[in-house]
């Protein structure tokens, strides 16, 4: 039998991820050093409370049925977190939980998008913010985020045709992969272009809570007139360590949300009510955790970043996110190449850069989810290794 696949499968290869995944298991095998630095998993461990919440909520039998919607407990959390932390006043009717941003980003374009409709997508961008609209039909327009311009938008070089045609924009600061942040009045400049083209903003805001040198994360929803245009992603995976509960928020435009929630009860029952109940705990417990998550990623920034630039390794740097993101060293041209090399000579596994788009290459990705220590022994032993030319 012969079977025929759809022709959206030919946008797919092996994912980098799987690809590095394969070459450390090798290394591992053969006994060689390995220093991941390629998938954003914190190794941090959620607070105690929170996985007593998970733990005591597991144990009512009536928790594994369907849950169907989110509890009023979940939506008065969420309430009192984005008040408390953003000055956000959300209604009930504004919120909605989701199975991780990935699966927000991945749908969304279901509910906004005909087939050939346009979404405007950064480059670099996280690949999800132009797969996820892509596999709903949509054409996917990249808009480009350039070193010299502070890696925000510049709305100005959208061609204002493009833009009248556009039906929505995937927006994203603190920025996967480029480790930038925004300025609020970039946010009012957004806003506008936003109402004058007609295009619904899609804010993907994972890493408020990680930002460095004093910065404040905030909410695009804090901005006048944001709820007016869009909708925003966050998530409690990195900023509360529960990557593998997969819990996480679309909030803002009530006609979006109310859309997006129809389209869901069509495909899900909800999330498991454990994870919700760990979610009220982290939200509504102690913040001590998202704040030392904060300073030790600062530490790990500067001993990575830093330490890289003493060893001839320039520009590699993060404003915020869990990442760092640099231009590749002297002598290399090719991410990929650069990738392979770095782990052949030195351990050390990273994300090229071009994975994240056209003007991804030239850079690589680096997640910080090593100690300060083994990050400084990793600088060590890539100064050893020869790759870097001063």
């Not at 996820?132 to 045709?161: Q, R, S, T, W």
């Not at 809570?209 to 695009?220: L, T, W």
């Not at 351990?347 to 056209?358: A, H, I, L, Q, T």
Request: glycine content about 8%.
């Amino acid at each position: 039998m012969e079977i025929q696949f759809a022709d959206r499968m030919q946008e797919f290869k092996e994912g980098i991820f799987t690809t590095l995944a394969k070459i450390k298991k090798q290394r591992l095998a053969e006994g060689k050093k390995c220093y991941d630095l390629s998938v954003g998993t914190p190794d941090f461990l959620p607070d105690a409370h929170v996985m007593e919440a998970l733990t005591e909520a597991s144990r009512d039998p009536q928790n594994y049925k369907y849950a169907i919607s989110d509890t009023d407990e979940l939506v008065a959390a969420v309430q009192g977190w984005y008040k408390n932390r953003y000055g956000v006043t959300l209604e009930a009717d504004e919120i909605m939980s989701l199975y991780g941003s990935q699966e927000g980003l991945s749908r969304i374009g279901m509910v906004l998008c005909n087939p050939g409709d346009i979404v405007l997508t950064p480059n670099p961008g996280y690949p999800i913010f132009s797969m996820g609209p892509m596999l709903n039909g949509a054409k996917i327009v990249h808009y480009d985020l350039k070193e010299e311009n502070g890696y925000l938008i510049d709305f100005d070089a959208i061609d204002p045709e493009i833009a009248k045609a556009a039906k929505a924009m995937v927006v994203s600061y603190p920025a996967n992969p480029i480790c930038r942040l925004a300025p609020k009045e970039f946010y009012t400049d957004l806003i506008a272009f936003a109402k004058k083209y007609n295009i619904v903003i899609l804010h993907d805001n994972a890493y408020s809570e990680i930002v460095f040198d004093g910065k404040e994360g905030f909410s695009f929803l804090a901005m006048e007139g944001a709820k007016e245009v869009g909708i925003e992603f966050n998530s409690l995976s990195k900023g509360y360590n529960l990557t593998g509960a997969r819990i996480s928020f679309a909030l803002g435009n009530r006609d979006i949300i109310r859309e997006f929630q129809k389209l869901r009860s069509q495909i899900d029952y909800g999330i498991f009510k454990p994870v919700q109940a760990a979610a009220v705990a982290a939200l509504t417990g102690p913040q001590d955790m998202v704040i030392r998550n904060r300073a030790e990623y600062q530490k790990r920034r500067d001993a990575l970043c830093n330490g890289l630039s003493e060893i001839g390794w320039e520009g590699v740097w993060s404003e915020g996110t869990m990442f760092a993101w640099g231009p590749l060293p002297k002598g290399y041209t090719n991410s990929e190449q650069f990738v392979l090399d770095l782990i052949d000579k030195a351990g050390v596994f990273c994300v090229p850069g071009s994975v994240f788009g056209p003007l991804g290459e030239g850079y690589v990705r680096l997640a910080m989810v090593k100690t300060v220590d083994e990050i400084k022994e990793m600088v060590e032993d890539i100064a050893k290794s020869g790759i870097i030319q001063k």
